[in-house]
DNA sequence: AATTATGCTCTACAGTTGTAGAATATAGTT
DNA sequence: AACTATATTCTACAACTGTAGAGCATAATT
């Protein structure tokens, strides 16, 4: 679990998210169909992506053929949890309280407000 | 509250935050000596900086002779909670599971996390 | 009034990001 | 073997970001 991971921009996130939807080692067209949901773009700019997150660390790529298939070198929950980290040093300048007022203002119910609670209570042991 | 506030870059995020911290309105000196604790730059950068969150909508400068006073337009609490709530949303494809671990994995203590849980309920009423 | 100091705006530039067409390589087909 | 379809890599470019010097305007000083 390593914690410096690098924010990624918004695109790359976003194809990153799809990846880790996948079971590796994913193939493109995987990924694209995925993505075509949530942010549809041109397969070159996704080929371009990934070529940039493999060259930050983030995934691996092999390639059978003329095919290519992608493997995430970052487990999603060490990136969310680094980047939580994050969010509450940078933002919130470590303090839990302004951690808990974004929460409740962010547009959370008072039920899943709860159940944030409930959850980090088994999360505790 | 408005809830749709883009994400600001690093730097210009850490100017806010400089901002927030002080009386509005506030001097470029006030900015500049908080800032020289966490991220020293140029005189001229940081201007350069002010000038864009100005442009985006973040601050209002008005100028008295050949000085400038920089108010925040956006809130603290409401810049936090939006990207609280993007964080939720992109991150944890909305899912309170996946927060909880992320909260749980980013360094809080078990302390920490019980501390959380009691803002929270707090908040919740 | 002329000179100097100071605070800001303009200009600049390299690196990053979002986007995708052009070119290339390879597998499948006739 | 030649042709076609397809998957990837190269090249390209505009917008954004981080950074700061050059130039300009104005206030302070001599």
Sequence with gaps: ????????????QEVMQAIWACQP???????????????????TTLLTLLTRL???????????GRRSYYTP???QEDYIAA???????????GSLSVLA???????????EIAQLRNLLERDEL
């Design 73 to 75: 070198s970052i487990s």
């Design 83 to 93: 980047q939580g980290k994050t969010f509450i040093e940078k933002l919130c300048g």
């Design 25 to 43: 080692p994913v193939a493109r067209a995987d990924i694209e169909r995925i993505l075509f949901e949530t942010h549809p773009m041109a397969m």
């Design 1 to 12: 679990m390593k914690n410096t991971i690098r924010r990624l921009p918004d695109a790359e």
């Design 101 to 111: 007022n974004a929460l409740c203002d962010s547009g959370l119910t008072k039920d």
């Design 54 to 64: 493999c060259e930050k660390g983030f995934i691996t790529i092999e390639k059978n």
